[in-house]
């Protein structure tokens, strides 16, 4: 004959693992997986979705060019990220602070934008950072020029990411500014 202790111990163990079970399944994004939630009186059920309740769906891309003194124009450059991920990424990644920071100064601008129009962005401080991050990379970057920058010019484009099936939108270029 089992112990009531035996039964208590493997009672507990079943209950875990079904509220562990619920509470994997209450995180899948479609909401037709919440109806557990529906039963749940004390908040037992955790919301842990990621980015909720919208998660992102597109990426800003700068790319910016040059204008040489000779008139010369480059082709459009990334300005951060696109380069490839290593595996330890996963754990450790410290140099996406800077594509961060570039994507939240990319918000506010766009946001800008919205709000009150191309007009209404120069010269705010989005605006400014993104040109000194242009001037910077022309500057101290790896573009190789026979004639050396004399304008650039940012552009801002709203991409899928990763996914190929949504055209890349472009919301904002500058207009030339001194490197």
């Known amino acids: 004959m089992k112990s009531s202790s035996t039964v208590a111990h493997r009672s507990v163990d079943a209950l875990l693992a079904a509220w562990f079970a619920i509470t994997l399944v209450s995180q899948h994004p479609h909401r037709s997986f919440d109806w557990f939630r529906q039963f749940d009186r004390m908040g037992a059920i ?11 769906r597109y990426d800003f891309v700068v790319l910016f060019r040059v204008v040489s003194k000779g008139g010369e124009v480059s082709p459009w450059t990334r300005l951060v990220g696109g380069d490839g991920r290593s595996w330890s990424a996963v754990v450790w990644s410290p140099e996406r602070r800077h594509e961060k920071a570039v994507l939240t100064v990319c918000g506010d601008l766009v946001s800008t934008l919205t709000a009150a129009g191309p007009g209404a962005i120069e010269n705010t401080v989005p605006d400014r950072v993104l040109r000194e991050l242009v001037r910077r990379e022309v ?4 573009r190789e020029s026979r004639d050396p920058a004399q304008r650039c010019q940012f552009l801002i484009t709203k991409s899928g990411g990763y996914d190929d099936q949504v055209a890349p939108k472009f919301l904002y270029a500058s207009p030339l500014f001194p490197a």
């Open 139 to 142: 500057l101290h970057g790896s």
């Open 46 to 56: 955790p919301n842990w979705r990621f980015f909720a309740p919208f998660p992102i």
